[in-house]
């Protein structure tokens, strides 16, 4: 996997060789010298991505009882329920 580096103008200067280089891996896009944006072939985001996760996976994850969570009481008042 090849990592190739762009400015901003480059990338508006030759869109081409920006695509080509992500075809060999990502292709990080600089703006003032600082890195922004990443371009990476449809196939590697959709790798990269994984599959979509629901509430019901995530809870499910191995460890997860092992994490501390105790989320502080709410003072708010419940709102009456509205029935149409």
């Not at 103008?9 to 920006?18: F, H, P, V």
């Not at 292709?27 to 990476?40: M, S």
Request: proline fraction near 10%; hydrophobic fraction near 40%.
């Amino acid at each position: 996997m090849t990592i190739t580096t762009l400015s901003g103008r480059e990338l508006n200067q030759d869109i081409g060789r920006a695509k080509k280089a992500a075809r060999h891996g990502p292709a990080f896009i600089t703006d003032r010298g600082r890195p922004t944006h990443v371009l990476l072939t449809i196939e590697e985001y959709r790798r990269v991505r994984g599959r979509p996760r629901n509430i019901v996976d995530a809870l499910a994850m191995p460890g997860l009882a092992d994490i501390e969570f105790d989320p502080p009481l709410s003072r708010k008042a419940p709102l009456p329920a509205v029935f149409d």
